[in-house]
């Protein structure tokens, strides 16, 4: 089963897939209300604007796997966002991502199953020193992390959450899809 076709229901609750994404770049993120890297909403965001007419769409997962840091209801989330960081691309309900896994990130997992890292390790530093690492290699290490899918629906590229919106091997990777 291709991305497109794995149910993955709207922020509002409505029913959906990413069939209405087919022949974009997409930035997958799983992302949190209440975590050190929610500012990154802003730099998510920026990226959506510059690069939205070129084909590339953002959409958020809210998760609360990782350090209970996503409580909130999806309005609450969704009003979070818009509110202060005034996101305009696609929120999704909230989905479990390393337990109770979602077939979306079994499949996203599947294809690219280690992620780039930021080139700095203090988030995976502070991570083992709380006994929060992931249990296997492959899963998703904590908020924020990115999954880059090219026009035809394969995974192109893993980013570590640490790893800033604006960082050089994340934008090189979106352009190098954008073409």
Not at 46 to 68: E, H, I, M, T
Request: glycine share 8%; net charge negative; with cysteine.
């Amino acid at each position: 089963m291709s991305i497109y076709q794995i149910p993955v229901p709207r922020i509002d609750g409505t029913p959906a897939t990413l069939e209405d994404y087919r022949g974009k770049v997409l930035l997958i993120v799983n992302v949190a209300s209440a975590c050190g890297l929610t500012p990154q909403y802003a730099g998510l965001e920026a990226l959506q604007q510059k690069y939205r007419s070129q084909g590339l769409v953002v959409l958020g997962f809210p998760c609360n796997d990782f350090g209970a840091q996503e409580p909130g209801s999806e309005a609450e989330i969704q009003s979070f966002c818009e509110s202060r960081f005034q996101v305009s691309f696609p929120l999704f309900a909230k989905l479990g991502i390393n337990s109770k896994r979602h077939p979306l990130y079994d499949a996203l997992i599947a294809a690219m199953p280690a992620a780039t890292p930021s080139g700095d390790d203090q988030l995976r530093r502070v991570l083992a020193e709380h006994g929060l690492l992931p249990v296997r290699g492959s899963d998703v290490m904590w908020n924020f992390e990115k999954f880059l899918v090219g026009r035809d629906g394969s995974v192109a590229g893993r980013f570590a959450p640490d790893m800033a919106p604006d960082h050089p091997a994340l934008v090189a990777a979106i352009e190098a899809l954008l073409g």
